[in-house]
């Protein structure tokens, strides 16, 4: 009997917009970034009890920012996909965790800089259940507190995706309450 050829993952679809963020047609997500398309992405803010935040480690085969430290869940909305679902996905697929609420803290307009994506940043809180990095997403992570990261963002920069330095210097990560 004949070997069956692994299938060919299927490549994530997402909405291609203009530059004001209304829809224009469905691509897959490699072409979208190989055109330098507008689309739109979702990002997780996770903190531990302590308020410290979580940070994923990508993982080294990612096209952006191998090896780099990011926000705690970040992804793509898919093509018909709610901004809110796509940070849930990507909390649950990345991280293991399920947050009671998820709400909105910042955003950013697409640019070079982020990649064309319109950013919509969440806050999942202070979670009490552990993050569990899905090792084909993630390389771990870590929790770091507020001069943690600042020590990071001032002399290991490299060390960072462009997003968590954005937002820590814009103040969005850790808010004053």
């Known amino acids: 009997m004949a070997?069956?050829?692994?299938?060919?993952?299927?490549?994530?679809?997402?909405?291609?917009?203009d530059e004001n963020d209304r829809e224009l047609?469905?691509?897959p997500l490699g072409e979208a970034h190989?055109?330098?398309l507008y689309h739109r992405a979702a990002m997780v803010l996770v903190y531990d009890p302590?308020?410290?935040?979580?940070?994923?480690?990508r993982a080294p085969h990612k096209d952006l920012y191998p090896g780099r430290f990011d926000l705690s869940a970040t992804g793509h909305v898919q093509a018909g996909e709610a901004?809110?679902?796509a940070a849930a996905r990507e909390l649950h697929e990345e991280l293991g965790l399920t947050a009671k609420t998820l709400t909105p803290v910042d955003a950013a307009q697409a640019s070079r800089e982020t990649a064309y994506e319109f950013v919509t940043v969440f806050s999942a809180?202070?979670?009490?259940?552990?993050?569990?990095?899905?090792?084909?997403?993630?390389?771990?992570?870590?929790?770091?507190?507020?001069a943690e990261l600042a020590a990071l963002v001032r002399d290991y920069r490299d060390c960072l995706t462009p997003a968590v330095v954005h937002f820590f210097e814009k103040g969005t990560l850790f808010p004053r309450l």
């Not at 299927?10 to 291609?16: G, K, N, P, R, S």
């Open 125 to 146: 809180g202070r979670l009490t259940d552990p993050p569990r990095p899905n090792p084909e997403e993630l390389a771990g992570g870590m929790f770091v507190d507020e």
């Open 25 to 27: 047609l469905v691509m």
């Open 83 to 85: 901004r809110e679902e």
């Open 34 to 36: 190989r055109q330098g």
């Open 50 to 57: 302590a308020g410290r935040l979580y940070l994923q480690k």
């Open 3 to 17: 070997k069956k050829a692994n299938p060919k993952p299927v490549e994530e679809m997402v909405d291609v917009v």
